[in-house]
């Protein structure tokens, strides 16, 4: 229960851009992720704050492997998965899911609900019979609070919120060990936030979930995360448990969002 | 006992089947857009009526386009005219053949020419054009490197030569446009590609494992259909053009086969003699038909391109 | 000094009537600032664009919206122009699709004093430099030369800010002016327009769906939903003592840094459809308490006044 289900040690990601057809340009480097580490213990939720430039979904796609890092090492498991090619990768796909920021966006304008949400269990158990699969998705439209008969619609016929739980059904139906969380409910309304946020933080306790709650709203952060991690351009400020990053901030920069923060009362 | 609980899972199905909203895709919305569209209608049934002249016209066809009527020859600007009871409705050409049943082959055959050759570039320039930008990096640069050369190369020119070398033949048309067709729609469904490839649905599949050639099939080319629908019925015009202007040169289909730009190329001929229904037949419907496409094609942007998307 | 009286805004779509805003009314004094709050499908950026004539052109517009003894629904495009910026001016949302990609800083803002004061190129880049400053862009020189992709956000939008109080207006409306800028930098901003209301004696209309930043810079605040007022009145009387259930929703959804919360207070439902919205009072199908008649779809909507500074809609008042 208390195993490091995440290690990333002292990772750096850069972007480089430089020419296959003329060589002798000049590469620019520039450095998103300086040097990070953290771990993320099995049934708990890190919180990843920053602004704009702070790096946090370069570290977020450098775990899903969409980004290659140029130092470090990630460990899931205890296996290491940084910089792994597609095929050796795939199997850890299953454990490791994303919940990404653009509800409309994250989903195929072309294809149905039910497509959308099955997508997963296609790819990872393809000897599932069709009724199986229709069930296990109208299952999981269900406990994300989507009614099952909507499983034909298509993504334009929803509104942002339930785009978003049809972005979480999709994530949370091969039952994963970790999901990444990037900024999920930044595009959404208000009034619809609050119900998401309670929807996470129930599929956790069901599923036993791990997250990687990446946002720049510090409110939010402190409700959903017990630790909290802060980054400024690719640095990690501080991490520390939740109530102590807020109660006790330790470095300037955290002092400065955390003033920051608009208050009603 | 299992039987009962098998009866009920069944029941269940059907009951969760029966009350299954039917979803509205951007296909219907787009098609639905499309017929409201006039002129985009108009085209396409003028040319669904091209279309059916050209297969049903053998019926009523006196004369095959093969056979010369002696009858007219030797006069055929006063006795060739077209006529309802000598059988030839548009008239004759000037070795005396019925241009009713030439101007039906011609069609077929131009139409032919420009769907197939449309359809060739459209499936060989797509998966082309996905796979280069999908990939990126060498594969890409190389791919299209690839692309670069083959159009700088003077298409006319090559094609031309091709006729000269090989004999003029309708497969040899065929292979010269087909060569040539795909390098434009690689092209655009490159850029196209580039595009999809950052969008977050693409990015999601990769998070879930689904394998490259998956996503190029699932996510990456029917977001791309729209373009490629609007590009190809464009193509089919410029096909037809091409074809039309090699045979108008002589080097087309061979004779007793037939297309509209020998027929007109034909027609312009024998115009100062007073036979101009040799030429206007087949350049009506080499007219009305371009223009269907070019309104069809407007109509198809229009439809899949919504400023209120 | 503006006074919006019984706006109606509906737009035709293919899909049907889209009645954005129905029957809004307020008052807007000289040297006060309102906020309007609202999700999105409120109505809200409509109510902004209908003042300065901006709607779409399939936009169906009723109404008064009274500045200067004039409705300026009934404005021909050349008398609203010379109304646009100098004396009412906008701040969109997005700064970077809001600033031309091909346009230095230095030709947009000049653009606006060559246009309306009729100054020369010289006078016009002295001024903007001046207002650059104003706003507090740390190198103005660099910035009037630079284009706005060489900008940040921050920057970008006080780009903006400095191009809508350049002719001093009396009016000054900032349409989600924070949405997209970090929370250290939304901040300043809220700073920013602090001073702009003391320096300038400009009235601000902020339009916003986050009650915190409101708190500090507009003394009333316009609670939207569904294109109606559900409750109006003294920022500081509506947070203290909010009546409106969509209101109270509003501040509670939010979880604040200075308490625990197990669940999260919810607004139940989803926003509505703006095409087909529900019958009788727009927000019974999100409300928590409605009554027996509220629910059949037969009541109304109306503002009734509760107290000197705050009115409420009255279907809430006989629901609760």
Known sequence: MFDKLL????????????????????NLTFRAVDNVSFDVLEGETLGMVGETGSGKSTIAKAIINILKISSGEIFFQNNQISNLNEKKIKKFRKEIQMIFQDPLASLNPRMNVGEIISEPLKTHNSKLSKNDINLQVKEIMENVGLLSNQINRYPHEFSGGQCQRIGIARSVILKPKLIICDEPVSSLDVSIQAQVI????????????????????????????????????GKMVEINKSNEVFNNPKEDYTKQLISSIPRIK | MIILNKKFNEIEKNISKIQEVKGRSLWHDARVRFFKNKAAVVSLTTLFLVLLFSFLGPIFAKWSNEEID?????????????????????????????????????????????????????????????TAGYFGGRIDSIMMRIVDILMSIPYMFVLILLLVIFGRSILMLFIGIGLVSWLDMARIVRGQTLSIKKKEYVEAAITIGVSHFTIIRRHIIPNLLGVVAVYATLLVPGMILTESFISFLGLGVQEPNTSWGALISEGA?????????????????????????????DGLRDALDPKDR | MLSVKNLFVKFKTPEGVVRAVNNISFNLLKNQSLAIVGESGSGKTQLAFSILGLLDKNAESQGQINYQDKNLLNLDERSLNKIRTKKISIIFQDPMTSLNPYMKIKKQINEILIYHNSFTNEQATKESLRILDAVKIHDSRKTIDSYPHELSGGMRQRVMIAMSIICKPEIIIADEPTTSLDVTIQSQIMDLFNDIKKEFNSSIILITHNMGIIKNVCDNIMVMYGGKTMELGKTNEVFSNPLHPYTKGLLETVPSIDQEYKKLKTIKGNPINMISPPSGCIFRTRCPDPSHECLEGTSTNALIKIKADHWVDQCCVNCH
Do not use: C
């Not at chain 2, 000037?94 to 197939?116: A, H, N, P, W, Y």
């Not at chain 2, 009305?288 to 069809?296: E, K, R, V």
């Open chain 1, 198 to 233: 309670n929807l996470l933080k129930e599929l956790q306790k069901k599923y036993n979930l791990t997250y990687l709650f990446i946002t720049h709203d510090l409110n939010i952060a402190k409700h959903m995360s017990d630790n909290i991690m802060v980054l400024q351009f």
């Open chain 1, 7 to 26: 290690s990333v040690q002292n990772i750096s990601v850069d972007y480089t851009s430089n020419s296959f057809l003329f060589p002798w340009e000049k």
């Open chain 2, 70 to 130: 002696w009858s007219v020859l030797g006069d055929i600007s006063t006795l060739g005219y077209p006529s309802i009871e000598t059988g030839h409705y548009f008239g004759t050409d000037e070795l005396g053949r019925d241009l009713f049943s030439r101007v039906i082959q011609g069609t077929k055959i131009s139409l032919m020419v420009g769907i197939v050759g449309a359809l060739i570039a459209v499936v060989v320039g797509t998966i082309y054009g996905a």
């Open chain 2, 269 to 297: 001929g024998t115009m100062r003699y007073g036979t101009l229904w040799q030429l206007l037949f087949p350049l009506f419907f080499f007219v009305i038909s371009l223009f269907s496409f070019f309104f069809i094609g």
